[in-house]
């Protein structure tokens, strides 16, 4: 554990942890964890991750629609491996073929893996009950895509490996993992249970391929964004997420030398901080092996200084310590210390959500750094 976590005499003790508590304090003095970050970072971490060189090959239009505001496309496209990625791209329906600055809006985790797009986007058909709770939530009740396109952009909504048309069929994973159907559980809340113990499976393969989970979902993302800047009507092309897809769009942000501008919503924390009990509530993407010894979370996030970055912090987050979001915004800070206007951090006493205001402060902060026209609202 390293020396500003831990008292003089015992080591603290660690939530989840307990009596083994000293393992931490260990492995920082043997293995040399959170180092300041050498030259070359983005480089070795996108090495140390596996990140894949994937492309989105044989791209099709599904279908089209349109409805209120907006024009609607679903999109797939062939990674090389599992069945198509479907996504969908939004633009204000009366865009035309105007070159609009693009967002790669990202879903979130969760804990629901049977949706993916469809938790912040509407295709024509409209979204689920178990959508709907979700957005409740965390969204206000809001598709934000959808909100973000017709405020003028080009919208890309993709899924990723492990949600909606990239999840993994029941029938292929281990019978321990699926579980049995149980009386008044429906199809997507029974999946969703078993994604969640297959995603540790997942996460072994990965890593015996010589890669990590979050190797391959930014290498999946790395595709989507490489496409939606390949369309002729987008410009510019920044993303956002929130919790593991403000995961997403970090890891984007350190890895995609053409993203112009980055906001990360409710998900940066030291790992150093996260050690005490906080570790369990998060994806298996956070933790890729071997990154504590490269670098501390942070460092990662603000690799691509002085690039525009939003970092968004829940003061009420339940499940983002405090001190390790603010030690994370410190560290970001030092990042961006010769181009100090690059880097926005906003405290804001909300929880770990993205609701209607931070989403209008997001909006904004989008417009301002992907527009020509310095953000004047569409409508």
């Given at each position: 554990?390293?020396?500003?976590?831990?008292?003089?005499?015992?080591?603290r003790?660690?939530?989840?942890?307990?009596?083994?508590?000293?393992l931490?304090?260990?492995?920082?003095?043997?293995?040399?964890?959170?180092?300041?970050?050498?030259?070359?970072?983005?480089?070795?971490?996108r090495?140390?991750?596996?990140v894949?060189?994937?492309?989105?090959?044989?791209?099709?239009?599904?279908?089209?629609?349109?409805?209120?505001?907006?024009?609607?496309?679903?999109?797939?496209?062939?990674?090389?491996?599992?069945?198509?990625?479907?996504?969908?791209?939004?633009?204000?329906?009366?865009?035309?073929?105007?070159?609009?600055?693009?967002?790669?809006?990202?879903?979130c985790?969760?804990?629901?893996?049977?949706?993916?797009?469809?938790?912040?986007?509407?295709?024509?058909?409209?979204?689920?009950?178990?959508?709907?709770?979700?957005?409740?939530?965390l969204y206000?009740?809001?598709?934000w895509?959808?909100?973000?396109?017709?405020?003028?952009?080009?919208?890309?909504?993709?899924?990723?490996?492990?949600?909606?048309?990239?999840?993994?069929?029941?029938?292929?994973?281990?019978e321990?993992?699926?579980?049995?159907?149980?009386?008044?559980?429906?199809?997507?809340?029974?999946?969703?249970?078993?994604?969640?113990?297959?995603?540790?499976?997942?996460?072994?393969?990965?890593?015996?391929?010589?890669?990590?989970?979050?190797?391959?979902?930014?290498?999946?993302?790395?595709?989507?964004a490489?496409?939606?800047?390949?369309?002729?009507?987008?410009?510019?092309?920044?993303?956002?997420?929130?919790?593991?897809?403000?995961?997403?769009?970090?890891?984007?942000?350190?890895?995609?030398?053409?993203?112009?501008?980055?906001?990360?919503?409710?998900m940066?924390?030291?790992?150093?901080?996260?050690?005490?009990?906080?570790?369990?509530?998060?994806?298996?993407?956070?933790?890729p092996?071997?990154?504590?010894?490269?670098?501390?979370?942070?460092?990662?996030?603000?690799?691509?200084?002085?690039?525009?970055?939003?970092?968004?912090?829940?003061?009420?987050?339940?499940?983002?310590?405090?001190?390790?979001?603010?030690?994370?915004?410190?560290?970001?800070?030092?990042?961006?210390?010769?181009?100090?206007?690059g880097?926005?951090?906003?405290?804001?006493?909300?929880?770990?959500?993205?609701?209607?205001?931070?989403?209008?402060?997001?909006?904004?902060w989008?417009?301002?750094h992907?527009?020509?026209?310095?953000?004047?609202?569409?409508?």
């Amino acid at each position: 554990m390293p020396s500003d976590s831990a008292s003089a005499g015992e080591p603290r003790r660690l939530r989840h942890l307990g009596e083994f508590s000293a393992l931490a304090g260990i492995a920082a003095a043997q293995r040399g964890l959170f180092p300041p970050p050498g030259p070359g970072l983005r480089e070795r971490a996108r090495d140390l991750l596996g990140v894949l060189e994937l492309t989105a090959a044989d791209v099709r239009t599904e279908r089209t629609w349109k409805a209120g505001e907006l024009s609607g496309e679903e999109v797939s496209w062939d990674v090389g491996f599992g069945p198509r990625t479907r996504a969908y791209v939004l633009r204000p329906r009366e865009a035309g073929d105007a070159v609009l600055p693009g967002v790669l809006a990202l879903h979130c985790h969760a804990g629901m893996k049977w949706a993916g797009k469809e938790k912040i986007a509407d295709g024509p058909e409209g979204h689920s009950a178990e959508v709907a709770r979700l957005r409740t939530a965390l969204y206000d009740g809001r598709a934000w895509a959808g909100e973000l396109a017709a405020r003028g952009f080009t919208v890309l909504v993709p899924d990723v490996l492990g949600w909606g048309s990239r999840r993994i069929p029941l029938a292929d994973m281990p019978e321990n993992v699926r579980g049995n159907p149980e009386p008044g559980v429906g199809e997507a809340d029974r999946y969703d249970a078993a994604a969640a113990r297959h995603e540790h499976v997942l996460a072994k393969y990965c890593t015996v391929l010589g890669t990590s989970y979050a190797g391959v979902v930014a290498g999946e993302d790395l595709a989507a964004a490489a496409y939606l800047r390949s369309r002729p009507d987008t410009g510019p092309v920044g993303c956002a997420g929130l919790s593991g897809g403000g995961l997403r769009a970090a890891l984007l942000g350190a890895f995609d030398p053409g993203m112009a501008a980055v906001a990360v919503i409710a998900m940066v924390s030291s790992y150093r901080d996260l050690l005490d009990g906080y570790v369990a509530s998060h994806t298996w993407m956070l933790y890729p092996p071997g990154l504590s010894r490269l670098c501390d979370l942070p460092d990662l996030v603000a690799c691509a200084a002085p690039r525009p970055l939003l970092v968004w912090y829940g003061e009420r987050d339940a499940i983002l310590p405090a001190d390790g979001m603010r030690r994370a915004h410190a560290m970001i800070t030092a990042h961006y210390r010769r181009a100090p206007a690059g880097y926005t951090g906003v405290f804001a006493d909300t929880g770990h959500c993205f609701g209607i205001p931070a989403q209008e402060r997001v909006f904004g902060w989008l417009a301002r750094h992907l527009r020509a026209d310095g953000g004047v609202p569409w409508r």
